[in-house]
């Protein structure tokens, strides 16, 4: 028998959607996918030819567990310049993704019983490395336009809250947390004494307001928050698994333990390559970024122009996420089977908002080519016609 923990795992839905189409282009069938949550564009040159160089110098043996001290010393120099936060790098830990850093962040912070309070819709592996630490994630559900408030936390808050996961700009909605609420937020933290783990993930892709970071709010606050960062989205770097988190000293330093023992520190070639990224030439992802802006408006502007479909403009990241609700019916009663019609009738692959606890809506990454767009869309209007 496997154990309870790994029976009560969900798998991840995007991924299971994505081998469903993968499998179903693979046969030939032409299907349109804005499933995946990556960039699509290649890792930059510069940062190609840093891990060449690396694998050609010989760079190719364990380091330290938290990682190379140039790249934890370029990281602290990254977080000071750009969001006025100071660490040294001792309270600096690189991990295998940003996702690594969540997971070990969760595993430090709860213990059994502890709740970790989470808006919804959200990512789901966030909720499932809730589980695993033998905490209970309490959902903060939110509407339209989807903007965390302190309020929201101040609802839900009990004696067993040990820890708020932040996510601005979010994935799944692109909503970004205002400024003001975030004053309030880290004010309630403090009064309370409960942790902060800030994922600032998609902190470069954003479309007017400026992503700003909670640990940057004062010292009180910064004593309570994990803030956790990664070279994926910035830098197109998905499959090169370099991701970080700050924090006190204590916390970093337990973090760091639990990697030792688990995963050890993440390949030596990544970490030159994030090195280059994260201290070279930073124009690639303001032209990313740029390239996501115009994919959005063209995205925005033509799926408000149908009708049933409910479209609230991203802050950030390149995800719209679509309200179908007004067009369900008892022969298509969730946005699960919507989305299932979509794919089999029109073949548009979105993800369902149930991937993200928030059923009736569905997920569209804008990671696309503007080609693959403009014919995905038009299928979709064409399917509503
Ligand atoms: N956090 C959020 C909100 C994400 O959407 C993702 C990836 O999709 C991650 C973290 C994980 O990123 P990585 O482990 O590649 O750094």
Not at 6 to 30: C, T
Not at 256 to 274: D, E, H, R
Not at 371 to 381: D, F, L, P, Q, V
Request: hydrophobic share 40%.
């Amino acid at each position: 028998m496997l154990s309870q923990r790994v029976r009560q795992l969900e798998p991840s839905p995007i991924f299971a959607l994505d081998a469903k189409v993968k499998q179903i282009q693979a046969a030939g069938v032409p299907v349109i996918s804005f499933c995946v949550g990556e960039p699509d564009f290649d890792t930059p040159e510069s940062i190609r030819q840093a891990a060449i160089g690396a694998i050609n110098e010989g760079f190719t043996h364990y380091t330290a567990t938290p990682g190379i001290l140039p790249l934890r010393e370029a990281i602290a120099q990254k977080l000071q310049k750009e969001n006025n936060i100071n660490y040294s790098p001792a309270e600096i830990v690189v991990g295998t993704g940003s996702k690594q850093i969540l997971y070990n962040a969760f595993q430090t912070l709860c213990d059994q019983g502890d709740e970790a309070l989470i808006q919804t819709p959200i990512w789901s592996p966030y909720i499932e490395q809730i589980k695993l630490a033998n905490a209970v994630p309490a959902l903060m559900p939110l509407q339209p336009p989807f903007k965390l408030k302190a309020s929201d936390i101040e609802a839900r808050i009990s004696s067993r809250t040990k820890v708020v996961l932040l996510n601005s700009p979010s994935n799944p909605t692109g909503a970004m947390i205002d400024a003001s609420e975030l004053e309030k937020i880290a004010r309630l933290a403090v009064s309370r004494n409960i942790y902060i783990i800030s994922d600032e993930i998609y902190e470069k892709i954003t479309f007017g307001a400026k992503h700003i970071s909670i640990a940057s709010l004062g010292e009180d606050i910064k004593k309570l928050t994990v803030t956790i960062n990664g070279f994926s989205k910035a830098y197109a770097m998905t499959g090169w698994r370099v991701g970080y988190g700050a924090g006190p000293k204590e916390i970093i330093s337990a973090m760091s333990a639990l990697q030792g023992q688990v995963t050890s520190n993440t390949c030596s070639i990544s970490q030159k390559a994030a090195f280059a990224a994260i201290s070279g030439d930073q124009s690639p992802v303001e032209a990313m970024r740029s390239e996501f802006e115009k994919r959005r408006q063209f995205v925005v502007g033509q799926l408000s122009q149908v009708k049933g479909l409910l479209v609230v403009p991203p802050e950030g990241a390149f995800y719209a996420f679509v309200g179908v609700e007004s067009l369900l019916t008892p022969q298509c009663p969730t946005s699960q089977a919507w989305c299932a019609r979509l794919l089999d009738e029109a073949r548009v692959a979105v993800v369902p908002g149930e991937a993200f606890f928030a059923p009736g809506y569905f997920r569209l990454s804008f990671a696309a080519s503007m080609r693959n767009m403009e014919e995905g869309i038009s299928r979709i209007k064409a399917y509503l016609k």
